[in-house]
């Protein structure tokens, strides 16, 4: 079968779903009773932000939550909530996002990168215990591609060690690590509301947590460094306005209505992309760690072990109407953090997880789960050209 990279008939010609989904008829109603109110920020005394705040406190299991323009100043926000700063070292995972490791920079931190399981890709629980110092003070796993972390071992970890625990929950709204919701599990925990993310408002982040004086602070760095209930222009701290906006909260609020439902789909699509693959024996699915009881497919990572070149086998997947995406490279290897600072232990699982994972894109998980047979037989044609496909 000519492949379609080469003239041949694609797999797949119809699209795939987009994302965002379209809004629905509550996100449209809520939007529309904000924009008449011309209540468009909370410090005008709108109550959507509060209110989503609050909903995903409550679905975090947890009593506290303050809304923030992104993720990455969530994760800088909560950082300085838990006392960390200047001289801090704070552990992240060599595979994830950028912002993992700026949002430490930025609360004035020392990103320490550390290696992932080679197994299921997520913050390994040895490597941290290797790269503690006297000055490390936070951990930050990252519940990657939607699955969480194993938190029970990290969490023990930093409590032998004295350390907070800053959950990335950027990618992972409405998931579950032995039947507790993330953003919970640790001391505090940050979702991103980005263009990409399970839930999107365009952009958008939160922070959750359990302590009441955490809380405070959090509220403070995000409101410019008042205090809660006190003076306008009394600042008692140094902080800054990284609020979200009301209309942004009026479209996430009532999403999260529907964000099991979205889940339930994703996970149907990779149940049969997984039965699928079975006939695809180069690919392979990365497990999730132990203990996940819910996740909620923000991607889908795949394992290849192929010989085919990684560059030739994405564009041919493109091409065949099934996009594939080439995942994160090390951060260890951006000079643009270790330029700054950042220390690099070694990180061979990252490094591996670079040259052979690709993800399936949360998009095409909202599809019917018999399109996953698509990806399958995409893969199937593409690997099975072998050597031939060779671009040269
Ligand atoms: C998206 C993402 C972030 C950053 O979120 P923003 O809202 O874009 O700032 C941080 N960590 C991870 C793992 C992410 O996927």
Redesign the pocket.
């Given at each position: 079968m000519t492949l379609a990279i080469h003239g041949g008939t694609p797999v797949r010609s119809t699209p795939w779903p987009a994302w965002p989904p379209p809004p629905d008829s509550a996100q449209r109603a809520l939007v529309a009773e904000v924009l008449e109110s011309g209540l468009w920020g909370a410090a005008q005394g709108g109550t959507v932000v509060t209110d989503l705040a609050a909903a995903f406190a409550r679905r975090s299991g947890v009593p506290y939550g303050v809304a923030c323009?992104?993720?990455?100043?969530?994760?800088f926000a909560a950082l300085l909530g838990l006392g960390v700063g200047r001289g801090d070292e704070v552990i992240v995972p060599a595979y994830?996002?950028v912002?993992?490791a700026t949002?430490v920079l930025l609360a004035g931190a020392t990103p320490v990168i550390v290696d992932v399981d080679p197994t299921d890709l997520h913050l390994s629980t040895g490597a941290v215990a290797a790269a503690v110092t006297g000055r490390t003070s936070a951990i930050m796993p990252?519940?990657?591609a939607g699955s969480p972390a194993a938190m029970d071992p990290l969490n023990d970890l930093a409590a032998r060690h004295g350390l907070a625990v800053v959950e990335?929950a950027?990618?992972a709204h409405g998931a579950t690590y032995k039947d507790r919701p993330v953003g919970g599990l640790g001391d505090a925990g940050?979702y991103?509301?980005?263009a990409?993310?399970a839930m999107t408002a365009g952009?958008?982040?939160l922070i959750v947590c359990r302590d009441e004086a955490v809380h405070e602070r959090v509220w403070s760095v995000c409101n410019v460094g008042r205090r809660r209930g006190g003076q306008w222009y009394g600042h008692p701290s140094v902080g800054w306005n990284l609020r979200l906006t009301e209309l942004q909260a009026a479209l996430l609020l009532p999403w999260l209505d529907r964000l099991d439902a979205e889940i339930d789909r994703r996970n149907a699509f990779c149940a049969a992309l997984e039965r699928e693959l079975a006939a695809v024996p180069e690919v392979g699915v990365v497990p999730r760690p132990e203990g996940v009881t819910r996740d909620s497919r923000?991607l889908l990572m795949l394992r290849m072990d192929t010989g085919v070149d990684r560059a030739f086998l994405l564009a041919a997947m493109a091409a065949e109407g099934v996009p594939l995406d080439a995942g994160y490279p090390p951060l260890g290897t951006m000079a643009a953090l270790t330029s700054e600072g950042a220390r690099v232990e070694p990180c061979p699982a990252a490094e591996e997880a670079a040259r052979t994972v690709v993800w399936v894109r949360q998009a095409m998980l909202m599809d019917e789960p018999a399109a996953a047979a698509d990806v399958a037989e995409a893969l199937a044609k593409v690997l099975s050209a072998g050597g031939d496909a060779s671009p040269a």
């Open positions: 323009g992104n993720a990455t100043l969530g994760l994830t996002f912002a993992s949002a990252v519940h990657l990335d950027a990618q940050v991103s509301f980005q990409s993310k952009e958008g982040g923000h």
